[in-house]
């Protein structure tokens, strides 16, 4: 099985910087997904690691460390929009290379 | 980018009915697509894998019988949540995925299905 941990809420303030982390726990890691899901709506990708290192796209930049099972998601210049959950995924190769999800992050932006 | 439609958007129905929810692959094909239920400020639980022409693979805890699962197409698969109880009532999304192994999931917007 898999253990995907991830902060339950937390709250930033409007063009701040916040980081949302991500700990996993798998026994045949292939990758490693970040998703934005607003209430009442399906998630939408925001990036993929399966590399060491930071994937960086606009705003928003991924990290991943396989040696420590560890990633986080960075957002800068925050947004009132991005009042989202963020959804860590794992892909598994020892599953059918299906995605486990943890379970999400609320992201609460104030003014 | 890959589009995943997936319909209706919203279903009401009563206690001991049938309701049927589609999901399609509208620009590329899909030999698999993966079946999910959000309970409220829950996250994704997978709760099959839909193959294109076999059989579907159910996780854990979630009955065959009660979820039916068709995957007739390269395009379409249909979750029917057969005899449904107010306890159904859930937040279902169909996602799919294009052939390439690092390729993400494209999700479905959604049905939210509320059972009275």
């Known amino acids: 099985g898999q253990n995907i941990d991830q902060p339950t809420e937390m709250t930033a303030t409007e063009g701040a910087i916040v980081q949302i982390n991500c700990t996993y726990q798998?026994?045949?890691?292939?990758?490693l997904f970040w998703y934005q899901q607003h209430a009442g709506e399906a998630p939408t990708f925001l990036s993929y690691n399966v590399l060491d290192g930071l994937e960086e796209k606009g705003r928003f930049s991924s990290f991943l460390s396989r040696s420590k099972g560890y990633s986080y998601l960075l957002l800068k210049e925050l947004q009132m929009k991005d009042s989202a959950s963020y959804l860590c995924?794992?892909?598994?190769?020892?599953?059918?290379?299906?995605?486990?999800f943890g379970g999400g992050t609320r992201l609460m932006v104030k003014p | 980018g890959a589009v995943v439609s997936q319909h209706p958007s919203r279903v009401i129905c009563k206690s001991g009915t049938s309701v049927k929810i589609e999901c399609r692959s509208l620009d590329f094909q899909a030999t698999t697509m993966f079946w999910y239920r959000q309970f409220p400020k829950q996250s994704l639980m997978l709760m099959a894998t839909s193959n294109e022409g076999s059989k579907a693979t159910y996780e854990q805890g979630v009955e065959k019988d009660k979820f039916l699962i068709n995957h007739a197409s390269l395009t379409l698969s249909t979750l029917t949540v057969t005899s449904a109880h107010p306890e159904d009532s859930s937040f279902y999304i169909c996602s799919a995925r294009v052939l390439q192994v690092d390729s993400p999931l494209h999700f479905g917007n959604g049905t939210r299905l509320t059972v009275t």
């Open positions: 798998t026994s045949g890691f292939n990758g």
């Open positions: 995924a794992v892909r598994d190769n020892n599953a059918g290379n299906m995605l486990t």
